[in-house]
């Protein structure tokens, strides 16, 4: 059925090494290819950050969006996530999650 017209559309098969697949219609001109949406890199951490937090202390991810709302939270995982000096954040559960940043490594030389 290689360029077949079905419904004033012209359409070609497609073969694999299983059979015929489904009709794919040609490409036009107009077409392109879909634009990749670039994200925020604090975003990506974020989100990071969140996956992490709901897969260790398999809680709701609203739990986990508690810290990067509640000032207190929201300062030491910005930090911790900006800042290459502040290498380890505690995050604790009493009975709601909290966050508290370690020191700043310093390195003596």
Known sequence: MDGACLGGKAYTSVWS?????????????????????????????????????????KCKPEAADVLLTNDANRVAVETFLNNEQCQRLLVFSDPD???VRVGFWRSVL
């Open 97 to 99: 999650l909290k966050a």
């Open 17 to 57: 090494s299983r059979g015929p697949c489904a009709a794919t219609p040609p490409k036009m001109a107009e077409e392109e290819a879909p634009k990749v949406v670039q994200r925020d890199p604090d975003d990506i951490l974020k989100d990071w950050f969140k996956a992490r937090v709901v897969s260790s202390f």
